[in-house]
């Protein structure tokens, strides 16, 4: 029997990165068409699921290294009427891609710091690229897919070699906590309402 006749040793298509891979993505929000403007919630970004939860709905693009283009779908949190906890994630989840995003050290809480943490609407979020750390969960079916539940920030020892700041001349690691550092000028955004770090 040839190796087209009987499969019995080909490999199993997993097609999973591995848990716990620290990868270098961009996210996408696919639009879902609710907006809660007491809540923030503008720009058609938010979905509103069927029992009411709202969230984002992810789309994350890895854009370098051995998982290049690869596409990994997760849910970002924003209410559910069970509780505080779906969005209390979704906020911590936030909370380290901007840290990840703009190289701020989860312990800095100066105030450039915390202005770094400030959005103006969850378009902001839009194109927004961090380091993740992939992990492994599963589907509404039981089969196993890759998502995102955490950013990796600069106060991990890989972020600089994975962000590529580690061949920038004169790079080191945020101070802890680093609240004398001065806040860099972004330059001028070529897209009007986009920050600069969001292209």
Request: aromatic share 8%; net charge neutral; proline share 8%.
């Amino acid at each position: 029997m040839g190796s087209w006749n009987d499969f019995n040793d080909a490999q199993s298509n997993t097609n999973l990165i591995p848990k716990g891979t620290l990868a270098k993505v961009r996210l996408t929000i696919r639009p879902g068409g609710f907006d809660d403007p007491s809540q923030g919630w503008t720009g058609g970004y938010a979905t509103r699921g069927s029992t009411g939860a709202v969230y984002l709905n992810g789309e994350f693009t890895v854009t370098e290294g051995q998982y290049a283009r690869r596409k990994i779908f997760t849910l970002i949190g924003l209410y559910s009427p069970k509780g505080p906890d779906w969005a209390n994630m979704g906020r911590s989840m936030i909370r380290g891609m901007l840290n990840s995003a703009r190289g701020i050290s989860d312990k800095d809480q100066s105030p450039q710091a915390q202005a770094a943490r400030r959005i103006n609407g969850l378009g902001d979020l839009d194109g927004i690229e961090f380091l993740a750390r992939i992990d492994v969960g599963t589907d509404a079916t039981g089969d196993d897919k890759n998502e995102i539940r955490s950013a990796v920030t600069p106060d991990h020892r890989d972020y600089a070699q994975h962000m590529g700041l580690a061949a920038q001349p004169g790079y080191h690691p945020p101070a802890q906590p680093a609240a004398q550092q001065p806040v860099q000028q972004q330059p001028a955004s070529p897209v009007p309402g986009r920050p600069s770090w969001a292209q």
